[in-house]
């Protein structure tokens, strides 16, 4: 099945500080995902971009499909924005989404 | 409005109860979906239903049964679990099952499992 490699791991920002997270992807996709899990569990939809550029406030995200990578910019950041960063692809044969890694991000203050 | 809703919230059950996850989304979506996530991983898809009937079962025990009856419910059905089980489960729904064309998922909050 596909595989999808998501970087860095772990990271620790100071609040007001920039970051931006990877995704790679091991084959073609239809459709991409960024999600924000919060502390509770509860995973909040940011992007749905199979390719191109999209922003929302102080988040943006890129997607190259072609060379099978996605990037969530997040600027400014603040303590509210902690928690563990999942992109997530849809090879589109089933609508069967196959999360990353993850990447958890802790801002302070 | 992009809301799913779950119930309950915590479940806490022995290894010989019979219990069952509810899930519920008003978006007119006609798929929709059971992650099994575990601490610190990412969710893993069990089961998704098309249109009502049970398109995709990722090789899930039998002890887990999934259940829709209807286009805005979904129920998972619990039976002689493991403590290994326990783990927060997630329904998300979608528009467009099956198709390259817009399909984004949406996730309720989930249902956090302890089984003792």
């Known amino acids: 099945g596909i595989q999808v490699e998501q970087s860095p791991p772990d990271l620790i920002l100071q609040e007001g500080a920039n970051s931006t997270l990877r995704c790679n992807f091991s084959?073609?996709?239809?459709?991409l995902q960024w999600f924000h899990q919060n502390p509770w569990g509860q995973l909040i939809n940011l992007f749905y971009?199979?390719?191109g550029t999209k922003q929302n406030g102080r988040l943006s995200a890129t997607t190259v499909a072609t060379e099978r990578y996605s990037l969530l910019y997040i600027s400014s950041s603040q303590t509210t924005d902690s928690g563990v960063y999942f992109c997530?692809?849809?090879?589109?044969?089933?609508?069967?989404?196959?999360f990353g890694t993850g990447t958890r991000l802790q801002v302070t203050l | 409005d992009t809301e799913v809703t779950q119930t309950p919230k915590h479940l806490v059950m022995g290894m010989t109860n019979k219990k069952s996850l509810k899930c519920e989304q008003h978006m007119g979506h006609r798929a929709m979906y059971w992650y099994k996530q575990k601490a610190k991983k990412p969710p893993e898809l069990m089961f998704v239903y098309s249109y009502e009937k049970l398109s995709i079962n990722e090789s899930v025990p039998s002890r887990f049964s999934p259940e829709c009856p209807n286009s805005s419910l979904l129920n998972l059905h619990l039976h002689a679990l493991q403590p290994e089980d326990s783990a927060l489960y997630l329904c998300?729904?979608?528009?467009?099952?099956?198709?390259?064309?817009?399909?984004?998922?949406?996730f309720g909050p989930g249902t956090r499992l302890t089984v003792l």
């Open positions: 084959d073609s996709v239809n459709n």
């Open positions: 997530a692809v849809d090879t589109g044969t089933a609508s069967k989404l196959t």
């Open positions: 998300a729904s979608s528009q467009d099952p099956g198709t390259s064309t817009y399909n984004e998922q949406f």
């Open positions: 971009i199979p390719s």
